[in-house]
């Protein structure tokens, strides 16, 4: 499959710019379709992190064209900020479609979780896209274009500020849009010129529990990170894209408010968080911990159309003597296999586990599937079997070299 969606399965937080980094090795393209730099998307390469809220997890490979499509919302300065820390040479491409984030969004966005709470990133994100489907929004055309300090004046009204912090934020936006102005162009254009030629990647943000459409509603976020939602957010023919790898960890975290089936807590929980590093990379939040859901990568493989599964943080799981698996929910009595759309009802499912045995051995220097402990050959067998769909890809610790591919999917 030459094009080809990096799908969160989960809550997000799966590990999706791990699997793209490691992808991009051998893309030539990789896009940013959605969401805006409420993402995190972590990345070891010899030892260093870098941590991306905007950028494409294929930054990282010089020879990679980077773009962030029409779908997504960018605060310019973030964006900056990110491209002058990266100290290497990149190629980005912004969309002149995409919409952009103003002070205002971010300050109406704490304002709304204050009287909400659904446990959002305070960035700004859903006012922005409150504000493009409202048709008040602000695209990146306009703000590099002829008009731009007229509308930037214009939006700097909108904040509760005094006039001496306004000018100074109108000269910071000013300078933003001198340093964007370069990389922005009609993206849709550029890649349907290359898609029939080149290796495509596409990366979301979150994951698809989160999805606006099919996710917990109210507790979403603001856009679609689907397979699905692709082709209307880059520009291109839904049958230009060829399938989708969904990343899921070998357990289940999220973060914010909502119901979690699986949520377990004391030491377990506490231990996989620190072993995982289980804190927001945008928030530093502590993240929940859960058993792996199987209903759920079950549900994301229906509405997001999962050709593969990636499993990551395998190594976590080593040193836990049984480890627990979702198969099905019981509601009222019934078994169901399917996330309700009624948010009530999703809070009173009960799971049911299967319970496998855990493995006790150092895993972080396997390099084949073939070298695992039994007992996590049969995890990753038990995951295979009950959704369906092949594990191509699992990883056992942060590094590029401690993510096996046992079949290629690019």
């Given at each position: 499959?030459?094009?080809?969606?990096?799908?969160?399965?989960?809550?997000?937080?799966?590990?999706?710019?791990?699997?793209?980094?490691?992808?991009?090795?051998?893309?030539?393209?990789?896009?940013?379709?959605?969401?805006?730099?409420?993402?995190?998307?972590?990345?070891?390469?010899?030892?260093?992190?870098?941590?991306?809220?905007?950028?494409?997890?294929?930054?990282?490979?010089?020879?990679?064209?980077?773009?962030?499509?029409?779908?997504?919302?960018?605060?310019?300065?973030?964006?900056?900020?990110?491209?002058?820390?990266?100290?290497?040479?990149?190629?980005?491409?912004?969309?002149?479609?995409?919409?952009?984030?103003?002070?205002?969004?971010?300050?109406?966005?704490?304002?709304?979780?204050?009287?909400?709470?659904?446990?959002?990133?305070?960035?700004?994100?859903?006012?922005?896209?409150?504000?493009?489907?409202?048709?008040?929004?602000?695209?990146?055309?306009?703000?590099?274009?002829?008009?731009?300090?007229?509308?930037?004046?214009?939006?700097?009204?909108?904040?509760?500020?005094?006039?001496?912090?306004?000018?100074?934020?109108?000269?910071?936006?000013?300078a933003y849009s001198d340093f964007l102005k370069p990389m922005v162009t009609d993206t849709s254009r550029l890649l349907n010129e290359h898609i029939h030629t080149k290796k495509v990647l596409f990366e979301g943000a979150q994951g698809v529990m989160l999805c606006l459409d099919h996710g917990t509603y109210p507790f979403v976020t603001s856009s679609s990170p689907t397979a699905a939602s692709v082709p209307l957010n880059t520009g291109l023919a839904?049958?230009?894209?060829?399938?989708?790898?969904?990343?899921?960890?070998?357990?289940?975290?999220?973060?914010?408010?909502?119901?979690?089936?699986?949520?377990?807590?004391?030491?377990?929980?506490?231990?996989?968080?620190?072993?995982?590093?289980?804190?927001?990379?945008?928030?530093?939040?502590?993240?929940?911990?859960?058993?792996?859901?199987?209903?759920?990568?079950?549900?994301?493989?229906?509405?997001?159309?999962?050709?593969?599964?990636?499993?990551?943080?395998?190594?976590?799981?080593?040193?836990?003597?049984?480890?627990?698996?979702?198969?099905?929910?019981?509601?009222?009595?019934?078994?169901?296999?399917?996330?309700?759309?009624?948010?009530?009802?999703?809070?009173?499912?009960?799971?049911?586990?299967?319970?496998?045995?855990?493995?006790?051995?150092?895993?972080?220097?396997?390099?084949?599937?073939?070298?695992?402990?039994?007992?996590?050959?049969?995890?990753?067998?038990?995951?295979?079997?009950?959704?369906?769909?092949?594990?191509?890809?699992?990883?056992?610790?942060?590094?590029?070299?401690?993510?096996?591919?046992?079949?290629?999917?690019?």
């Open positions: 499959m030459k094009n080809i969606v990096v799908v969160g399965s989960q809550w997000g937080d799966e590990g999706k710019g791990k699997i793209t980094d490691f992808l991009a090795q051998d893309a030539d393209i990789v896009v940013r379709y959605q969401g805006g730099n409420n993402a995190g998307h972590t990345v070891y390469v010899d030892g260093v992190k870098y941590a991306f809220h905007l950028l494409p997890s294929g930054i990282l490979n010089p020879k990679c064209m980077n773009v962030l499509a029409n779908g997504m919302v960018i605060h310019p300065g973030a964006l900056m900020t990110e491209l002058k820390q990266l100290n290497r040479p990149y190629q980005l491409f912004i969309s002149d479609r995409s919409h952009v984030i103003f002070p205002h969004h971010i300050e109406m966005d704490i304002e709304n979780e204050i009287q909400d709470k659904i446990g959002t990133t305070k960035k700004g994100i859903g006012p922005a896209y409150s504000d493009k489907s409202r048709r008040k929004g602000v695209r990146m055309i306009d703000f590099i274009g002829r008009d731009r300090l007229s509308i930037i004046r214009e939006k700097m009204e909108l904040l509760k500020v005094s006039q001496e912090e306004k000018e100074i934020l109108i000269k910071d936006y000013l839904p049958w230009l894209i060829k399938g989708a790898i969904g990343v899921t960890k070998a357990y289940t975290t999220r973060v914010g408010e909502g119901p979690f089936p699986s949520e377990i807590s004391g030491t377990l929980a506490h231990e996989i968080r620190e072993r995982g590093h289980e804190y927001g990379t945008t928030t530093k939040r502590p993240r929940r911990i859960g058993w792996l859901d199987l209903v759920v990568i079950n549900y994301a493989k229906r509405v997001s159309g999962l050709s593969y599964l990636a499993v990551t943080l395998l190594d976590v799981l080593s040193g836990v003597e049984s480890i627990n698996v979702v198969t099905h929910y019981e509601l009222d009595g019934k078994r169901i296999d399917d996330i309700p759309a009624d948010f009530n009802d999703f809070k009173r499912v009960e799971p049911v586990y299967l319970t496998l045995k855990g493995w006790n051995e150092d895993i972080t220097k396997v390099t084949s599937f073939d070298e695992l402990p039994d007992a996590c050959k049969a995890y990753l067998n038990t995951i295979e079997k009950l959704t369906a769909t092949e594990v191509a890809i699992f990883s056992v610790g942060p590094e590029r070299n401690q993510t096996i591919l046992r079949k290629s999917v690019l």
